[in-house]
């Protein structure tokens, strides 16, 4: 794996230098949260793996930036976007005023090349790009997944305007003393997260004191608010954790998950109607945050207006490659549910 940085120039003559560094407190703060210094320096002390920021610059100019963290696995190198951070780079950095040709063309030759740099060193690369252009990797052959995602637009006329199921269960949910508040109890958060895949029968591919650890950093940066729904007795039964992305005016649901006892007493529902209303004040748009499992997305779809598509790139090495990498994903995933 390249060191700190140790980087290249790109051989396609668009003179691209790409960098990769262990320093980030060099990055704007009043970018999308996802990849601020703030929000990487909780991922760097919450998390057991190598963190480190790509950079591509231009005439000494920095264009754009990609945190990764990477893994050995059977001597093979993984790079890949940070665990429990679902928008990923590279975010680019690019005067406002530039023609839409220009900006295009710019975005398109940095993730070229920094695609290119990736596939040379590392036999696996995993990547959620946050921007929608993804011709530059399928220029390069990288396989192209399409993510989704739902919205609320909050501040429109039918924000709130939920079919009838959803508020009969909010309504039932209120009727039988359930409460929203803040959210302290760490314990029954790790609990509700581990039952989230558990329920579903999906492979957990993040260990839930991972959740935990990086959820409390985020908190106390600031970045994050946790709510939760309590019983008539004041406990903790069903959590969600938004992320706040105030320079795109998105409140993002970071994670959302419930213990036994909020099961048919409407608690999500009331929780996800409390949310919207909260947050309609302050941001634009409310992301639900992933709706590509249908057993998830149903659920999700009941308080967007939309989906919106994005996509995500992976890079193997190889069949080998591919098969080895595979089969430890694999195993992870199904070993305890990833404890």
């Not at 928008?87 to 695609?115: N, Q, S, T």
């Not at 009331?270 to 992933?290: I, N, W």
Request: hydrophobic share 40%; glycine share 10%.
């Amino acid at each position: 794996m390249s060191g700190p940085g140790i980087g290249g120039s790109a051989t396609d003559g668009t003179g691209l230098e790409i960098t990769l560094t262990e320093t980030f407190d060099h990055l704007p703060a009043d970018g999308t949260v996802f990849g601020s210094p703030a929000w990487l320096a909780a991922t760097r002390e919450a998390l057991p793996f190598e963190l480190k920021v790509l950079e591509a610059r231009k005439a000494g100019k920095l264009l754009c930036y990609l945190p990764l963290q990477f893994i050995r696995r059977g001597g093979m190198t993984k790079a890949f976007t940070p665990v429990l951070t679902y928008y990923g780079g590279p975010y680019f950095l690019m005067p406002p005023d530039l023609r839409f040709h220009e900006a295009a063309k710019i975005r398109y030759d940095a993730l070229a090349g920094i695609l290119a740099w990736l596939g040379r060193r590392y036999h696996y690369v995993q990547l959620t790009p946050d921007a929608a252009d993804v011709r530059a990797g399928l220029d390069a052959g990288w396989e192209c997944r399409p993510k989704a995602t739902v919205l609320n637009r909050l501040r429109s006329d039918s924000s709130l305007d939920l079919g009838g199921d959803s508020m009969r269960n909010v309504r039932k949910a209120e009727k039988a003393g359930l409460t929203m508040g803040p959210g302290r109890d760490e314990g029954a958060f790790g609990r509700a997260f581990a039952r989230t895949f558990e329920r579903k029968g999906l492979g957990m591919p993040w260990r839930p004191e991972w959740a935990v650890a990086l959820r409390r950093g985020l908190t106390a940066a600031g970045l994050l608010e946790n709510r939760s729904v309590l019983s008539p007795e004041g406990k903790e039964i069903a959590f969600a954790s938004v992320a706040l992305d105030r320079p795109r005016e998105r409140a993002v649901l970071w994670y959302s998950c419930s213990l036994e006892e909020a099961d048919r007493t409407g608690a999500m529902h009331f929780l996800m109607y409390r949310l919207l209303e909260a947050y309609r004040a302050d941001f634009e748009v409310f992301d639900l945050c992933g709706a590509d499992h249908r057993g998830l997305s149903e659920f999700k779809e009941k308080f967007a207006q939309e989906i919106e598509i994005r996509h995500s790139f992976e890079k193997y090495r190889g069949p080998v490659t591919r098969a080895v990498m595979s089969a430890f994903t694999l195993a992870r995933s199904k070993g305890s549910h990833g404890r």
